[in-house]
């Protein structure tokens, strides 16, 4: 073809074009072959980070998990898991310079009362939470609000605390026979005593929380109260432990763990009254005034271990101790021990001779109000 007839030919096809625009009256961009189509996409949004407590709960995979938060004045706090609907355990005491601190609370309206007057809801359920508390979340989540206060409202506030101890029950109300007679209460009395202790209202302090309260970093009220049983007897696990189940109660079981540990319910915290120690020695007392303290200390590594590794407080085995028993005790890693010396517990109490109140056969209600208020 000449080059005069593709002129034409191409002129031919513009004019054919022309035409077909005019007819329709639409327009079609050429695109060059050696241009790319974009595609339109869709940006997928960046994740929120979990806060901290999520964290924990995602880590955890529990649907029974709870991630307890922590407000407080001047001090920043990780959150916590615990488990719903069990004793909190070992929540944080906070220290600071020149304050005490006056516990956690259910919301800021209680803490802020708390730290005008520390003493006015320290045992109301509803507002200071503790160990003696069973975990409530919603959505697997809580938060508690600290409260401080001052060393001198806990001078004016002179609190002792009373520790009772009790060791087997019976359901006879005139009791059993025998020379422990006197160490069996009578139930129907021992169930009045907690009555007494619930509608009074009484603070029930942990173990860490004595702990803390004696060495004047902890307020608590003059109306608390621990109760404690020794022995793990089977009387405890049938006749008397049920009822603090049936109260919500926190009490404390000393058990003799190389007996093996007794099975308790959510509201009884087991503790040790040693492994293999409540037995006489060779001078006819504990065990306790007989071993050497590396001996001692391994009895009582056993007991932390039989008891899940917790090594708060040990009841002495008939009351019976002396230094090496302490030496003993520190080298375990025990913090507190129990005696069976009358008497209340204090700020600046010797923590391995703490005294108890013990309870006999016959004492009632107002026995025991006589007693702890």
Not at 21 to 39: D, F, K, Q, R, Y
């Amino acid at each position: 073809m000449g080059t005069m007839t593709r002129a034409l030919a191409r002129i031919a096809m513009v004019g054919a074009a022309l035409s077909l625009l005019a007819v329709t009256g639409c327009a079609t961009e050429v695109v060059p072959a050696s241009t790319p189509v974009a595609e339109t996409t869709t940006p997928t949004p960046t994740p929120m980070p979990l806060t901290a407590a999520e964290q924990l709960l995602a880590d955890a995979g529990d649907p029974a998990a709870c991630a307890v938060s922590f407000v407080l004045d001047g001090t920043t706090l990780d959150p916590q898991l615990q488990t719903q609907d069990a004793l909190y355990s070992l929540l944080p005491i906070p220290r600071a310079d020149g304050r005490v601190f006056a516990g956690w609370y259910a919301d800021t309206t209680a803490a802020t009362a708390a730290s005008a007057d520390p003493a006015a809801n320290a045992g109301n359920p509803a507002t200071r939470v503790n160990g003696a508390d069973l975990v409530a979340c919603t959505a697997q989540q809580t938060t508690l609000y600290g409260a401080w206060t001052t060393p001198e409202a806990v001078t004016a506030e002179n609190a002792r605390v009373p520790l009772l101890m009790y060791h087997q029950f019976t359901d006879k109300p005139g009791g059993e026979e025998g020379w422990l007679r006197g160490n069996f209460a009578y139930v129907e009395d021992y169930r009045a005593h907690m009555h007494h202790i619930k509608d009074g209202a009484f603070y029930l302090p942990t173990w860490d929380e004595l702990s803390a309260f004696i060495d004047g970093v902890l307020f608590l009220p003059d109306h608390a109260v621990i109760i404690t049983d020794d022995d793990a007897d089977p009387t405890w696990l049938t006749m008397a432990a049920p009822i603090n189940e049936q109260l919500q109660l926190m009490a404390t079981s000393f058990d003799i763990t190389g007996d093996g540990v007794a099975e308790q319910n959510r509201f009884i915290l087991p503790r040790s009254h040693t492994h293999n120690m409540h037995t006489a020695g060779a001078n006819g007392k504990g065990q306790m005034v007989n071993l050497t303290p590396a001996e001692i200390a391994a009895d009582m590594e056993a007991s932390a271990d039989a008891l899940g590794g917790v090594k708060e407080v040990v009841a002495y085995p008939f009351g019976h101790h002396d230094e090496r028993s302490k030496e003993g005790l520190r080298a375990a890693g025990f913090d507190m021990a129990r005696t069976i010396e009358q008497g209340y517990v204090s700020v600046g109490s010797d923590k391995l001779a703490l005294p108890c109140i013990r309870i006999n056969f016959g004492m009632g209600v107002a026995d025991l109000t006589e007693l702890i208020g």
